[in-house]
């Protein structure tokens, strides 16, 4: 060590002089092509979601002011309309939140012509979702074909599936389609009316998914969060054909259900977790359709109080879908995912520590007045740090373009309702989601796989050989919200609501009459 160099000094620039070696070098380009890989595939979603609005506004000039709900305006023509198939909407509900009233109304008001019913489905009397759903329902009860059914406990496999499958028995006898939707799903008029028009159009189509539009709401957890979602996103912006499924969406023959069609229905109830990796598993293994239209992108504000502890409960149940599978070729693949997420997220994070040190070592050259010889540095580190810099902005630019155009589609969809806007976009938040979620990933998937439960929403599950073998149930002693909605899980059984559950009432009340800029 050189005398005139202190020990900090001499470390620093050893691991620059490290951070130069071939294999150094290497990760450091796979960072970039990372980040370019990124950019391209958000590009493409983008030129997929702006295809449609260009079609939508060409539409509008040739006079069809109803282009929101269909490309051609005779599809709204009576004769059309009275032809239209039944369908039957399923919503498995668990709590209720700041954003759940809104949710539900835009469900509730499609402009769908033809026959409709809507399930809102709960656990128990219990659900502070009851109480808010019975109220909705009276609200609407001349308008709407709308029934809240109390589906009981779930014992051979998690609440949100049995909560669908009860549904499923309870749907009309006529219904031909069934949608499956999230409660923090954000429908816009036509979309009920879209997915089926592609069903319609394409038998062969097994299931037909959309994607949330995730708007941050100014927190850190939010942010990564909507990192964590924004790469899954170009998989759903096809146009078409896609290997993806988001529970959130699902629309699916209902004949499929009644028959049990490829193990649908004792796929998802013997010991199923996640509904949307059992049906993709299902279909990738009878070689099924799976389609995602361009219009299926929905507003999903997150919760204004959403913590960096619920983002890091949601990433575990994220990563915890991996653990379960159906079948030898289902683990595989799911191994084979775990592996591939895991190294392409630390990949993603290490070249930036390496350009930290690039960085830090040039600065203590220049400060300190060092020459390049006595440090062994160079100018390859700057260059390597200079690349990624000039990747990573190109990649968050392409991020950025991929939410304004998905928000513009957002409001044209949804012309009566607020304008949604990027102005709270933050873009300091957004590269330290980037590197705060890819490296906390490995971590909660590896957690995941040692661990083999999860509690999700106050119920904890544990998986044996890739399914459900035992749910335990403490009441009060998990979570008291969800994650990314900030639900409240319990009330009190056959009785109104508790005030804080009043108070969360009055608020979605108000935010439903004078929304936040990022609502619809």
């Known amino acids: 060590m050189s005398a005139a160099l202190d020990p900090v000094d001499w470390l620093l ?6 951070f130069r ?3 150094a070098v290497f990760v450091q380009i796979q960072g970039c092509v990372i980040c370019l890989t990124l950019a391209i595939g958000w590009a493409f979603a983008a030129y997929v979601r702006n295809r449609e609005i260009n079609r939508m506004k060409d539409a509008m000039k040739c006079g069809n002011s109803f282009a929101f709900l269909c490309h051609d305006i005779n599809e709204l023509e009576h004769t059309n309309q009275v032809n239209l198939p039944r369908v039957t909407v399923v919503m498995p509900l668990k709590g209720f939140g700041e954003h759940n009233l809104h949710n539900w109304k835009s469900q509730i008001t499609s402009l769908y012509g033809g026959p409709l019913e809507f399930l809102f489905v709960v656990e128990s009397t219990e659900d502070p979702a009851y109480h808010a759903v019975s109220r909705l329902i009276r609200d609407f009860k001349d308008d709407v074909d709308a029934k809240i059914i109390v589906a009981g406990l779930s014992t051979t496999c998690s609440q949100k599936i049995h909560n669908q499958l009860v549904g499923v028995e309870r749907m009309h006898k006529d ?3 069934v949608l499956f939707l999230d409660d923090d799903v954000r429908l816009h008029p036509g979309s009920i ?5 592609e069903m319609e159009k394409n038998p062969e189509i097994f299931i037909q998914t959309g994607y949330p539009l995730d708007l941050p709401s100014g927190s850190l957890g939010s942010y990564c969060i909507y990192e964590y979602h924004m790469p899954c996103s170009m998989g759903f912006a096809t146009g078409g054909k896609t290997f993806f499924l988001w529970g959130g969406c699902m629309m699916m023959q209902a004949d499929d259900f009644r028959r049990d069609n490829y193990g649908v229905v004792s796929g998802l109830r013997d010991g199923g977790y996640s509904d949307d990796m059992t049906l993709a598993a299902i279909a990738g293994a009878h070689k099924r359709l799976i389609t995602s239209p361009p219009v299926a992108v929905f507003p999903h504000p997150l919760a204004s109080d959403l913590s960096f502890s619920r983002y890091w409960n949601y990433l575990r149940k994220q990563t915890f879908v991996l653990e ?6 289902n683990w595989l693949m799911n191994r084979g995912l775990f592996s591939f997420h895991c190294y392409l997220s630390w990949g993603f994070v290490a070249p930036y520590f390496m350009a930290a040190v690039h960085i830090a070592a040039a600065l203590q050259i220049y400060i300190k007045g060092y020459s390049y010889e006595e440090t062994t540095c160079t100018t390859s580190g700057l260059l390597l740090a200079s690349c990624l810099a000039i990747c990573t902005l190109t990649e968050l630019l392409s ?4 939410t304004r155009i998905e928000v513009q589609l957002c409001n044209m969809l949804s012309p009566e309702a607020p304008k949604l806007s990027l102005d709270y976009y933050n873009w300091s938040l957004i590269f330290v989601a980037l590197l705060v979620d890819n490296f906390l990933y490995p971590i909660s998937a590896f957690r995941s796989h040692f661990s083999q439960s999860i509690n999700w929403s106050g119920i904890r599950y544990h998986l044996k050989n890739g399914k459900i073998n035992k749910i335990e149930r403490n009441k009060g002693r998990g979570p008291k919200f969800t994650d990314l909605g900030g639900k409240h899980l319990y009330g009190k059984k056959g009785a109104p609501p508790k005030a804080s559950f009043l108070s969360s009432l009055a608020r979605s009340l108000c935010q439903w009459h ?3 800029k990022y609502e619809v």
């Open 324 to 329: 379960s599978y159906i079948s030898r070729v």
């Open 514 to 516: 004078q929304p936040k």
């Open 193 to 197: 009316g879209a997915l089926t028009a």
């Open 175 to 177: 219904t031909k389609y």
């Open 13 to 18: 620039f050893s691991l620059s002089k490290a």
């Open 399 to 402: 991020m950025w373009n991929l």
């Open 21 to 23: 070696s071939p294999l």
